[in-house]
Structure formats: C-alpha cells, structure tokens
C-alpha cells in the first residue's frame, strides 16, 4: 500500500528566508508526487508534480521539489519565502491508475515578518 | 468557467440526521473524487467515480454512499451522521486523457455532527 510522511506539522520560518518541506513516501513501482498547497479556508491547488525525468521539478510561484529515490523523498522547496506562502502544504503520492491519490498529514507554514 | 464547486459550504447536523453534499464541474471531467480532511491526516479519499454511473470505494468509505448520475454531478450522501464525520468534505475532477492528469479540488463543505 501507498503512503506518504510529512514528518514536520508545523513550521515557521523569517519573510526572506529559504525553506524546505519533507515529504518521505512509500510506494511499490515508480512513484507519481504531487506537492498541493491550501490556503486557509480554501481548497486545495497544485504547486508541482513528478512523473518521470528531470528529478527537479519547478512548479508555480517558485517552488521546486526534488525527487530521491535512493531516500523515497519528494523535498518542497523555495529559496526565499514571501508572507503570503503561509498556507498547509500537502506532499501526495498517486497509484500507477491514475485514479487514487493518498496524502500526508500536511505541514503548516508560517511566515514570520 | 467555474471549476469545481460544492454545495452547501457549511452545515449543522444532529446525529441520525442525514444529507446529501453536491459538486459539480463544468470541465467535461471524467473522474470525480470526495475526501475527508481531518486535522494531521491529510486528506482520505471516501469514495470516487471513473465515468458516469459508476463509483467504487476509497480508503474510508464506510458511512457514506454516492451517486453519479450525471457526468457532472457527484453526489456524497450520509444516511445516518456520527459525530465522527466531522469533518470538511473535497470534492475533486481529473480528465484520465493522460496518466496521472491533475485533480482540481473545491473549495470544501464543512459539516459539524452534533
């Protein structure tokens, strides 16, 4: 069975500062990850995903994830964090259907001025 | 185009009540999806559908029944609410035209059992 750790619930980092999320994932064949990001009182929307090649993935407003395989870890990453990145952020992992996703617990980002 | 939507946003229910939860999309999806969010559990999938009258059962299906009678529409329903389905409800579509295509989420019902 698919599962996904987000080991971190809660983290808070300086406006200016850079910032990495963990995401460690257990899946049985080629992992398709997903980073979601959800705004308080929002849905939730795609930052970035990984299927296949280039392990770097860029996504929107200026993420970018690495995907390890040897560590089963798909890491969010931004160099500098604005305050309006604070929000939940969801890593996912999807079956090779394309049909289920299964998500981690979440991380919660503040931003502290 | 509005996406996918849910209705209602937010609702009240005594244990035993029942309720139906609406989503709608007008992207022409072919699958549609509804999660629980529950506090440090992520989202868990309930149940989902692949196509216009058929559903199969997710991780945590026990509870509720859906139907998707329109390809638009699925509908989530909970016969008999527990407290435990607390809970703010997702709805999600995704076209299957590629692997993995991404799923576009509502923005949420929030359902409190009482």
């Not at chain 1, 040897?70 to 990453?77: A, D, E, G, V």
């Not at chain 2, 946003?9 to 549609?32: I, P």
């Not at chain 2, 989530?76 to 989420?105: H, K, N, R, W």
């Amino acid at each position: 069975a698919q599962s996904v750790t987000q080991p971190d619930i809660h983290i808070t980092v300086s406006e200016g500062a850079s910032l990495e999320l963990r995401c460690n994932y257990s899946y049985g064949a080629t992992p398709y990850l997903f980073w979601y990001v959800q705004s308080p009182g929002q849905g939730l929307q795609l930052l970035l995903k990984y299927f296949s090649g280039d392990t770097l993935v860029q996504g929107i407003k200026g993420f970018e994830a690495e995907f390890k395989r040897s560590q089963s870890s798909f890491n969010l990453r931004k160099p500098s964090v604005h305050w309006s990145d604070a929000a939940e952020y969801f890593c996912a992992v999807g079956n090779n259907a394309g049909n289920m996703l299964t998500f981690g617990g979440g991380t919660r980002l503040m931003v502290k001025p | 185009n509005a996406g996918v939507t849910q209705t209602p946003k937010f609702r009240v229910l005594k244990t035993g009540q029942s309720m139906t939860l609406l989503c709608a999309q007008d992207m022409n999806h072919e699958y549609m999806y509804w999660y629980r969010q529950d506090p440090g559990m992520g989202l868990r999938l309930i149940h989902y559908s692949v196509g216009e009258g058929t559903t199969a059962k997710g991780e945590v299906p026990d509870g509720y029944n859906v139907s998707r009678l329109k390809k638009q529409n699925f509908l989530l329903g909970l016969e008999s609410a527990a407290p435990s389905q607390t809970s703010v409800y997702f709805c999600a579509s995704s076209s299957p035209d590629s692997i993995q295509e991404t799923q576009y989420f509502g923005p949420g019902t929030r359902l409190l059992v009482l």
